[in-house]
T-cell receptor, first 114, second 115 residues
Framework: DVKVTQSSRYLVKRTGEKVFLECVQDMDHENMFWYRQDPGLGLRLIYFSYDVKMKEKGDIPEGYSVSREKKERFSLILESASTNQTSMYLC?????????????FGPGTRLTVL | AQTVTQSQPEMSVQEAETVTLSCTYDTSESDYYLFWYKQPPSRQMILVIRQEAYKQQNATENRFSVNFQKAAKSFSLKISDSQLGDAAMYFCAEGFSSNTGKLIFGQGTTLQVKP
């Protein structure tokens, strides 16, 4: 079974703090993704990576950065957390040679910024 | 921009009955795939069913089936004999043949199953 894990299920941070969200997958997937999930807006792609040290902006990259130093790990960084970044964050991964591009998801991190 | 639209924010169904969740998409690509994902409360999102656009036959997985209308760009999910465990948020998504593996997700539909 593919396993995608995220470092925290719940996180509470203060405005202005630097926040790190970690995601690890154990299936040697090349592609990794960070989404933000908000009611009524579905999943919106923040950043994705198709190889180590490679990253591309998604639809809503402002206020976020990412790091992928190892194939299995993809980190999302909030440089200076703001209250409008309170949300559910989902990490996903997929196998590049999978024709269907099926994505496997982590359990999510619910981040609250006070 | 390519979009996926789920026009039903919430749906409810009586246990053992059938419910259909709607999804429309907007793409000019010829080679694409469509997915329904399920996100149970406080649990991980999982793939329910997928459909290749080049296949005319509708995909089925046990009690889950789709109605794929390519010309209308419609991809609805039918859940037969609904069970309490089907209660979840369901997301429709579209993917394309590319190495990036990006998917475009709809807004989601919350399904309530009443005993």
């Amino acid at each position: 079974d593919v396993k995608v894990t995220q470092s925290s299920r719940y996180l509470v941070k203060r405005t202005g703090e630097k926040v790190f969200l970690e995601c690890v997958q154990d299936m040697d997937h090349e592609n990794m993704f960070w989404y933000r999930q908000d009611p009524g807006l579905g999943l919106r792609l923040i950043y994705f990576s198709y190889d180590v040290k490679m990253k591309e902006k998604g639809d809503i990259p402002e206020g976020y950065s990412v790091s992928r130093e190892k194939k299995e790990r993809f980190s999302l960084i909030l440089e200076s957390a703001s209250t409008n970044q309170t949300s559910m964050y989902l990490c996903a991964s997929s196998f590049q040679r999978d024709t269907y591009n099926e994505q496997f998801f982590g359990p999510g991190t619910r981040l609250t910024v006070l | 921009a390519q979009t996926v639209t789920q026009s039903q924010p919430e749906m409810s169904v009586q246990e053992a009955e059938t419910v259909t969740l709607s999804c429309t998409y907007d793409t000019s690509e010829s080679d694409y795939y469509l997915f329904w994902y399920k996100q149970p409360p406080s649990r991980q999102m999982i793939l329910v069913i997928r459909q290749e656009a080049y296949k005319q036959q509708n995909a089925t997985e046990n009690r889950f089936s789709v109605n794929f209308q390519k010309a209308a760009k419609s991809f609805s999910l039918k859940i037969s004999d609904s069970q309490l465990g089907d209660a979840a948020m369901y997301f429709c998504a579209e993917g394309f043949s590319s190495n990036t593996g990006k998917l475009i997700f709809g807004q989601g539909t919350t399904l309530q199953v009443k005993p």
